[in-house]
């Protein structure tokens, strides 16, 4: 099979650029928590982190810890710790990774930033079910150890159209989170600065956006597994202008790539849709495999999700409600249908991958028989893996690289 073939990943150059704004982030993060010139905020990765940064919050990201425990494959160490407590082996193993590695007081931080001693301590933890009920329970569970107060967003789930009514309610919940989160911080809530991050947020989801278009082209510039790791700055920066500046340095490489006519896997001959969470421990191993058959696989949507179309500065509130009710994750199965139909037709892909991610079925979108109604309406084929977004007792190496080959044998003789 072609996965014999020489199969290294092509570097993406801006991304020394990342690194050092990511290292940014978390040692001013660290600096604010220690001398306590910032509150910190802990929010979930779509929860209403503008309005937190309006009030002069630094935000942290549990799920983006979450991420590092995977991408280090550290999850294992850590996840049985939090079963041990009562959290079972079957709930979200960002949560239980992450519990668990702060029951042990380690953190991929401290060796990935030397001087960084541990998480910085939240003075406030804010979430939006929007997900799921787990990041909650997640964001539950420091607030009972840290006595730290928690707040939230309570979101309307698997919904078609994104109504009026929605927004409506969306909105209040989160203007009701105004005056607590005012006296946690000591600052008052600024209409015109809480414009202006949304601004700073939409200028970088849309940057984000290009990003992931750049894809439109043949061959596609930049594979899913690099986009995951170049999301990054998306989800814990927006709100800034380094995000802004980043994407736009970004996006100039890939651009040039797409008019040089480089591809992130030379000799592309067939593009796949990612469906569901990554495997974060084995970015690198599927990347290369791929690569090796000669196969791109270039839109998701996990990494769509930090599009957030709606922002507008001159309603934030409103729009900050409707981009954050109109996700993906959020919608109905006819919704899901078609959003995935628009893109394997606008990107131009020959199948689709569905990872059943065990302890995420929120993400996992296989289970309601959405595979084989895209066989039908798109005829084109679909493969699950089986596996999850950390814990890699649930994955197999054999059976999804089998898997996998076979899948794309099947593309070949079509
Ligand atoms: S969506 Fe899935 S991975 Fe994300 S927090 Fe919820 S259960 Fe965990």
Known sequence: MGSEKNASIKRIQATGQMKKIMAD???????????????????????????????????????????????????????????????????????????????????????????????PRPDVLVF??????????????YARELQVPIMGVSTFRNIGDVTDLAVTNIAGQIRELIPELEQISGNRFDLDRFR????????????????????????????????????????????SETAIAYYETLLAELKTRVSEGIGAVDNERFRLYWEGMPVWGKLRDLSELFIGLDTAVIASTYCNSWIFDAFDPEDPFNSMARAYTEIFIVRDEAFKQRYIEDI??????????????????????????????????????TLTINGDLNDMRCYSDEQAKTNIEAFIEQLESR
């Open 25 to 119: 982030y978390f040692y001013q993060l660290d600096e604010a928590a220690r001398s306590g010139s910032s509150k910190i905020a802990w929010c979930t990765s779509v929860g209403p982190a503008e309005l937190l940064l309006s009030l002069g919050f630094q935000v942290y990201y549990p799920e983006n810890h979450g991420a590092m425990l995977g991408a280090t494959r550290q999850a294992n160490d850590y996840i049985p710790v939090a079963n041990a407590i009562g959290y079972s082996p079957d709930i979200c193993s960002y949560l239980t990774s992450d519990i668990g590695a702060y029951i042990k007081q380690e953190t991929p931080l401290t060796r990935a930033y030397p001087g960084i001693e541990g998480l």
């Open 128 to 141: 939006n079910t929007n997900q799921c009920r787990d990041v909650q329970d997640w964001l539950g569970w």
């Open 196 to 239: 202006e991050v949304m601004a700073l947020s939409g200028r970088c989801t849309e940057l984000w956006k290009q990003v992931l278009e750049t894809n439109l082209a043949k061959p596609a510039p930049m594979s899913f597994f690099d986009a995951t790791i170049q999301m990054g700055p998306a989800v814990v920066l927006r709100g």
């Open 344 to 381: 394997v037709s606008r990107f131009g892909l020959h199948g689709l991958i569905f990872h059943d991610s065990k302890t995420c079925p929120n993400n996992s979108n296989n289970r309601y028989c959405l595979p084989e109604r895209l066989e039908e309406s798109l005829q084109i084929p």
